[in-house]
């Protein structure tokens, strides 16, 4: 055999590559098997860092299969409700390039209101509500429970009255919050250059925290 | 001498503090209107109790805390209310907010005060109480209502008390002229402390070593207490509740921490007058010391100020001038913020209101690029790097601002004051903590909105499964009482359906078969029915039992016993009933599947009918003898012809216009039968169906079958037999002259008949 | 033999370092450094690989190639062998942790032809290296390509958020901070 071999480098060359072919794809079959996968963990992170308005806007009906759809591939800009934050968090998880959203605005966070004398009660916005944020029976007066509203409007639409509208949330003593100060080096382009430094500007006025 | 710890960082901006010194306290008076905000502490906001036009007096609460961190709010002055509206108050936002106004009457009209003489005597929680209810809340800056503050647990040990006379910032003179003047209130307010707390060790008042005379006075005042009163080097921000408690005692207040987890409580002067006087003499919190100070005023000075003293009331008394000041601050120059507006009040955490000259406190220069120069980190106090965060601030990178401790920041601002590129850089750790406060607060809420989604999903399910159940239930009660109804017709008619080419008799046969199959069937499942109710209203039963008896246990009623034997009945009655439920699952499990067949064969009934039915019996009947004789004529047309022309498709031809002539008598006879059965039954529109045509054929062929003798049954059907075998015969000669494929598939049914002619003659033997 | 060892580990990671001072292995290098945590999963999945891989090569040349006079097939051998071992550590990770697998993407096929891999497993035949040497060289590759990859993930990080002048924005100045990175291993040269 070894002398076969030997004397014919050929036959031995092709002997040993078919041999370790065959011993590597044999141990790449049981792997398959002993490490097969099944299910798919990132639907669930996705999931989790979407905002979970169940509007729909992004073309699927709710947040989970949206959250599918992204584990299979599909572009993570759709969610204006989420807007850039939830677009960055993504772009994140999957290391992806962060897309600018793919609707005109980012939608403002507000709530679902009934003009209650127009409404007539036919419990169209409650069927819709994903949440059952909007209490109210038939032929009787409905109303928007606000804390559980999560502004997805999707009731605004059944209203065969329209009798239904979206207001933003209010900024609140409670919900204000301060701005990120513009960036020094946007400052600098725009109002100053080097030698400038100490003559003040009238616009500066509301920067007035640091010192 | 006891050490004196340092703490890392901090800035030593100028003190400015002689100003505000010159005099001692004055009272700033009863302004004409007061403006109370509801919301003036950390914490939910204080509901008003009071109405528009109400005439309150000093002291009197006007607006009820709402929740455990929260305060209610008092009446400063007598008065009237005139208004509970939207105002501006004191925030950096500029924002309005709810708030009470009370147009003062001059005549400072107290209500009737609940004063204590020996606070010693009360209990812990009535102390706590009482403080709660005279609306204290921490007044060196944040408004943290000092009841939560005090009300520690009480497995948690304090060994020390530490009262915070530090007033680190700037310009503010406030505590210093309170230590100088009312040191006697600050060591009696200090001793009721020390009593609602019990600290273990010591009691310790931290003051900066700029307030001498302050040190003075608490310290002749502290003389014959265990008090102690430590001081140590100026520099900002000793001030600091945690850098206080490290200057102090060494200890670090852990990360994320209280105070009370290392074991001490910390408290402002100002809030220990107040709890002084609100324990002592009942007074709730309706009066602070604020500095008024500034170059722009011409008469600076401290004020002891009713809360809710409009701004520039307050500031007309320290001379304040306006054309000089170009903003005014509420706080220090560190900490505090711009006020947008004069007219928002005076409130609990209102230390000083700083007029400045534009000379003094020019506003900053823009903001340049950062330079790296690590000025901040070596100012930082709590030692983190404030440039780092910077830039992560910048880049919106929230995770890692939280991993760099961003929420350990006090934003004391000494790193703004220390950045030579003058960047704002207290701000973007203000902006970026809200913002990381809002995302949390949104992952709170679309997890609620979340679990709400999924009940609601969860709810449609169930609903539309019980409709489905309950449509389910409607078809079984249908099926059961057609079957119970005894109707031959519709049972022949699941038969009909069912592609068998059975003698009627069999069919029909087959069909009660089924029926009479299905009817222990039913029964059982009433019986299932029956038992499972009986199960259901056995526990119940057992449950208002159980319920019962655990009340007159609780009770140790009389009747206990007799209740006891109920409960025990009950029990085995439930179980008895689950038994015979069990069981009799186990039976009719077997005898489920019997059913089936007899679902299956209505299901393709149904649906052979469905397709059908756009066709009465009656019309087609109709089209095909129109067709046959349209046939027949063409035939006997092509048999005269072939017979004119003597062409030997002509005896063929003959033939097959005879088989048509017989085919047309059949149809004939058909609709002749069908249209007489249509008049009487015209009404049900069943009986347009092929299926009740078929159940009509089959009994007519039955009731012809049942006067036959069987002799002539075997007779009939050999004799219907050799008629097809004969007609197959032909057939497949034609088939072989012609050379047509079909000749295979004629051959094969040939031989099939034969064998059953075969059999059907061996048949007719034995029986003739 | 200790002292043999821990010098020829050291050389591996810091003096002869494979990505900044021979020069393989630079497109992970490149690559994989935008974010902290995908250059340490890409590290350890790197590290697993070539240390497994020199072995593995090692075990091949020596035992199937050398017996058999083949010793010219060591590099189509080789790559077989790597491939392999890729394939089963994608295998393992995919199953262990699916973020890492979704993270590492494209670049975790990609060890398959990271040049440092086969480097190594050809320099281990070049060196004449024995068996626990060669697995300690393809352990030593492997430290020294996760060390300059975190430090300069970590570097990265921060360049991120930096004021950049505009035109090295991007890649380049990802490059000039791996040419100083490279400046400064050099300084480890007088080492061993």
């Not at chain 2, 009300?151 to 948690?156: G, K, Q, V, W, Y």
């Not at chain 3, 398959?112 to 290296?129: M, Q």
Request: aromatic fraction near 4%; include cysteine.
């Amino acid at each position: 055999m070894i002398e076969l071999l030997s004397q014919h480098p050929f036959i031995a060359a092709l002997g040993s590559l078919a041999l370790l072919g065959l011993a590597f794809g044999s141990l790449l079959g049981f792997a398959a098997v002993k490490f097969k996968t099944e299910g798919d963990p990132i639907a669930d992170q996705v999931e989790a860092l979407l905002p979970q308005t169940q509007c729909g806007q992004c073309g699927y009906p709710g947040c989970r299969p949206y959250a599918e759809a992204i584990a299979q591939g599909d572009a993570i800009n759709k969610c204006p409700p989420g807007g850039e934050t939830t677009i960055n968090a993504l772009a994140d998880l999957l290391d992806v390039e962060a897309l600018p959203l793919d609707a005109e605005e980012e939608s403002v966070p507000s709530v679902a209101y009934i003009r209650e004398d127009e409404c007539i009660g036919c419990t169209k916005c409650i069927q819709a509500c994903p949440v059952d944020a909007i209490v109210g029976a038939a032929k009787h007066m409905h109303t928007v429970v606000a804390s559980e509203c999560t502004g997805c409007d999707l009731c605004v639409e059944p209203c065969p009255v329209d009798c239904i509208d979206m207001i933003p949330l209010p900024t609140t003593v409670q919900n204000w919050s301060w701005e990120l100060p513009p960036s020094a080096e946007e400052a600098i382009t725009e109002d100053l250059i080097a030698t400038d430094r100490g003559n003040s500007g009238e616009d500066s006025k509301d920067r007035d925290q640091a010192a | 001498m006891r050490k004196i710890w340092d703490i890392h960082g901090g800035v030593h901006p100028p003190e400015n503090k002689t100003q505000s010194l010159q005099r001692g306290i004055e009272n700033a008076g009863i302004p004409p209107v007061l403006v109370h905000p509801l919301s003036q502490h950390i914490g939910a906001p204080a509901a008003p109790i009071v109405e528009v036009g109400q005439s309150v007096l000093k002291g009197q609460m006007i607006a009820e805390a709402k929740g455990f961190v929260s305060v209610p709010v008092h009446a400063a002055s007598s008065g009237t209310v005139s208004a509970i509206e939207h105002r501006e108050i004191p925030h950096p936002s500029g924002l309005l907010a709810p708030c009470i106004v009370i147009d003062t009457d001059g005549k400072d009209e107290w209500i009737e005060l609940d004063p204590v003489d020996d606070y010693t005597a009360l209990e812990k929680a009535d102390l706590l109480h009482r403080i709660r209810d005279c609306g204290i809340a921490g007044m060196g800056g944040a408004g943290f209502p000092s009841a939560v503050k005090l009300s520690t647990r009480d497995d948690a040990v304090i060994d020390t008390l530490i009262i915070n006379g530090t007033e680190c910032e700037p310009y503010i003179t406030a505590d210093d002229m309170l230590m100088r003047e009312r040191a006697d209130q600050i060591i009696a307010g200090i001793k009721i402390l020390q009593h609602l707390i019990q600290p273990t060790e010591q009691t310790l008042i931290g003051v900066e070593d700029n307030k001498p005379e302050g040190i003075a006075a608490l310290r002749q005042a502290a003389e014959d207490s265990n008090i102690e009163i430590v001081v140590f080097p100026t520099k900002y921000p000793s001030g600091g509740e945690k850098q206080l408690i490290q200057i102090l005692t060494g200890r670090e207040v852990p990360s994320g921490g209280l105070p009370a987890d290392v074991g001490i409580v910390c408290q402002n002067i100002g809030t220990t007058v107040a709890i002084h006087r609100a324990v002592q003499f009942g007074e709730p919190l309706i009066s602070r010391i604020t500095t008024v100070t500034g170059e722009a005023c011409s008469a600076p000075g401290n004020f002891e100020v009713l809360l809710g003293t409009p701004v520039d009331y307050l500031l007309k008394l320290g001379g304040f001038n306006q054309q000089q000041c170009l903003r005014l601050v509420m706080g220090g120059p560190m900490m505090g913020f711009t006020l947008k507006d004069t007219s928002v009040p005076v409130v609990k955490t209102t230390n000083c209101l700083l007029a400045p000259t534009t000379e003094e406190l020019p506003p900053p220069p823009p903001a340049q690029a950062c330079i790296r120069c690590g000025l901040c980190a070596e100012a930082c106090p709590v030692s983190l790097l404030p440039q780092q965060m910077y830039w992560f601030a910048r880049g919106k990178e929230y995770e890692k601002l939280e991993d760099h401790n961003l929420f350990d920041c006090i934003e004391c601002g000494a790193c703004s004051y220390a950045c030579p590129s003058n960047i704002p850089l207290v701000q973007y750790y203000r902006a970026s903590k809200a913002e990381i406060r809002k995302q949390q607060q949104e992952k709170v809420k679309s997890e609620h909105a979340k679990a709400r989604f999924e009940a609601r999903q969860l709810r449609i399910e169930r609903e539309e499964a019980e409709k489905e159940a309950r449509r389910k239930a409607r078809q079984e009660a249908a099926k059961k009482k057609a079957a119970a109804g005894k109707d031959p017709i519709k049972a022949a008619q699941e038969k009909a359906a069912a592609p068998a080419v059975d003698p009627a008799q069999a069919a029909i046969e087959k069909a009660m078969a089924k029926r009479s199959g299905e009817a222990p069937q039913e029964s059982s499942e009433e019986t299932l029915a029956r038992l499972q109710k009986a199960v259901e209203t056995a526990e119940k039963r057992l449950e208002s039992a159980s319920a019962k008896l655990k009340e007159a246990e609780a009770a140790d009623a009389p009747n206990l016993g007799a209740l006891q034997t109920a409960h025990e009945r009950m029990t085995e009655k439930l179980a008895k009933a689950k038994e015979e439920l069990q069981q009799h699952q186990q039976v009719s499990s077997g005898a489920s599947d019997t059913n089936d067949p007899a679902a299956a064969a209505i299901a393709r009934a149904q649906a052979a009918r469905a397709s059908k039915e756009d066709k009465s019996p009656l019309e087609k009947a109709q089209e095909q003898v129109a067709s046959l004789e349209k046939r027949l004529t063409k035939s006997e047309q092509k048999l005269a012809e072939a017979k004119e022309s003597g062409s030997d498709t002509a005896e063929v031809l003959e033939q097959s216009t005879a088989k048509l002539r017989e085919k047309l008598d059949a149809a004939r006879a058909e609709l002749a039968q069908i249209s007489e059965s249509e008049a009487p039954v015209a009404a049900a529109a069943s009986t347009n169906d092929p299926a009740q045509l078929a159940i009509e054929k089959a009994m007519a062929a039955r009731e012809a079958a049942a006067k036959l003798s069987p002799e002539d049954k075997a007779r009939k059907a050999l004799e219907s037999l050799e008629a097809r075998v004969e007609k197959t015969r032909a057939k497949l000669a034609e088939a072989e002259e012609s050379g047509a494929d079909t000749v295979e598939v004629l051959r094969d049914t040939l031989a099939k008949l034969e064998d059953k002619l075969a059999e059907a003659r061996k048949d007719a033997g034995v029986e003739g | 033999m200790l002292a043999d060892y821990s010098v020829l580990l050291i050389s591996a990671i810091l003096v002869n370092n494979f990505v900044l001072v021979q020069f393989l292995g630079l497109c992970p290098f490149m690559g994989v450094s935008n974010k902290l945590e995908t250059a340490i999963g890409m590290s350890s999945a790197t590290t697993f690989v070539l240390t497994l891989a020199s072995i593995c090569s090692w075990l091949t040349y020596e035992w199937l190639l050398v017996p058999l006079g083949l010793e010219y097939l060591r590099t189509i051998s080789f790559i077989l062998v790597i491939a392999v071992v890729v394939q089963f550590t994608e295998m393992v990770v995919r199953k262990t942790s699916p973020l890492l697998y979704k993270v590492l993407g494209v670049f975790l096929p990609l060890i398959t032809t990271n040049c440092a891999v086969l480097g190594v497993a050809l320099l281990n035949i070049n060196k004449e290296h024995s068996f626990v040497e060669s697995a300690l060289y393809g352990f030593g590759a492997a430290a020294g390509f996760s060390l300059v990859l975190v430090l300069f993930a970590a570097m990265r990080e921060r360049l991120a958020v930096a004021d950049v002048p505009q035109p090295f924005q991007g890649p380049a100045i990802g490059m000039v901070t791996a040419g100083l990175m490279s400046l400064a291993f050099m300084g480890f040269a007088g080492l061993v």
